[in-house]
């Protein structure tokens, strides 16, 4: 993954009805930490990471690159948003397009937060970027997910098999006003 080209980082915080999306900070590493450990964030991603590991090896100010977004609930990180362009090991369908990915503390799970953080990157990318698409992938034994994907408006691509499991493959398209 690369980042998203010519995007004047960091941008000004993207504000919602709750949540502020925002560049990492230092005081966002015990959170950055914690999803990096989680069971169950990890439960669809390969598992969880060793926390001493990460104690380790978590700079100050984690995550601090383009397209890197601290979720915010009242001052506190209650997940991450990323964007990032594919390149490397990716389906074809994906290839040189955003990519949306999140992870969310489980205790913001269920509240809607991931679908509003997500509807604000999306924004922010379709105004800073007119008529780029947006993929997603995620196991499709990941039903929150799945769900967010269609709530976000992400049509399937394809579906695959990686890492022993069935893969979804989805894309999102901006709506441009027509000239």
Known sequence: MEDLGPVAWPPEPIRTERLVLREPETRDRAAFIELLVSPEVHT??????????????????????????????????????LLRRTT?????????????????????????????????ALGWLADILPGEPVVLTTQTANVGSMRLATKLGFTEVERFEAWDAEQWLGMWTPVTPSS
């Open 44 to 81: 669809y991603l390969g598992g969880p990471r060793q926390r001493d590991e990460l104690e380790r090896e978590t700079p100050e100010v984690p995550e601090r690159w383009p397209g890197s977004f601290v979720v915010d609930l009242d001052g506190a990180m209650i997940g991450q948003i």
């Open 88 to 120: 490397g090991h990716c389906r074809l369908a994906a290839t040189g397009k955003a990519d949306l990915g999140y992870l969310f503390l489980p205790q913001a799970w269920g509240l809607g937060y991931a679908a509003e953080a997500c509807a604000a």
